[in-house]
């Protein structure tokens, strides 16, 4: 670390310098080693595909578990919502539930 807060990432054998708010450091660090991971299993996938090829692979790898994630979660608050407002009525004695 050169810097206040700059970390040297290693990723694809290239470093790069990323400035991390304070607190961060160790959840981008991970981020790093999770891409890495996920680059070096591609690379062996797809061992002709280039540098480019391999990151854009690995991001959108990355990224679908990540929409199916935040729609379970959108699922999940709206079940919330719904049950919450049923619990309301039921309270109020509305009775329609």
Known sequence: ?????????????IGYPVRAPAGEEAILEQAAAR???QLDQNQQ?????GSHELL????????VPLLRQEAEQSEAEERL?????????????????
């Open 1 to 13: 670390m050169s810097e206040s807060g700059v970390r040297v990432l290693k990723i694809l054998g």
């Open 35 to 37: 891409l890495q991971e």
């Open 45 to 49: 996938r797809f061992p002709r595909a």
């Open 56 to 63: 854009v692979l690995t991001a959108l790898n990355l990224c």
């Open 81 to 97: 919502a719904a049950l919450a407002q049923r619990i309301a009525r039921q309270l109020q004695g509305d009775g329609t539930a």
